[in-house]
Nanobody, 125 residues
Framework: QVPLVESGGGLVQTGGSLRLSCAAS????????MGWFRQAPGKEREFVSY????????YYADSVKGRFTISRDSAKNTVFLQMNSLKPEDTAVYYC??????????????????WGQGTQVTVSS
């Protein structure tokens, strides 16, 4: 099991910001596309964003485009998710994931084979 440890979640008011981090160990971090997903109560896990293994390509769900920014620091084996202009509908448990090498499904959970335990983000109205 490859540990991915998320941090940075918390409670924030509407319009506020949070920065999530995901530290990876036990894998060749720089070889993996890294993604963020979220799951709200009573809903299925949904894609948020991914960043390619070199960091040159990023992709976002329409619901977060323009508000969230994904980045990675391969020297620290860490991927980040900067979340600005947060809305109550962003409330969820956020998960980071390490992608299956060579996958073409990074916008779906099928493209990932390692997952963190999640960090709670709550946006109050």
């Amino acid at each position: 099991q490859v540990p991915l440890v998320e941090s940075g979640g918390g409670l924030v008011q509407t319009g506020g910001s949070l920065r999530l981090s995901c530290a990876a160990s036990g894998l060749t971090f720089s070889s993996h596309t890294m993604g963020w997903f979220r799951q709200a109560p009573g809903k299925e896990r949904e894609f948020v964003s991914y960043i390619s293994w070199r960091g040159g390509r990023t992709y976002y769900a329409d619901s977060v485009k323009g508000r969230f920014t994904i980045s990675r620091d391969s020297a620290k084996n860490t991927v980040f998710l900067q979340m600005n202009s947060l809305k109550p509908e962003d409330t969820a448990v956020y998960y980071c994931a390490a992608g299956v090498l060579g996958s073409s499904n990074y916008a779906t959970s099928r493209g990932y084979d390692y997952w963190g335990q999640g960090t709670q983000v709550t946006v109050s109205s």
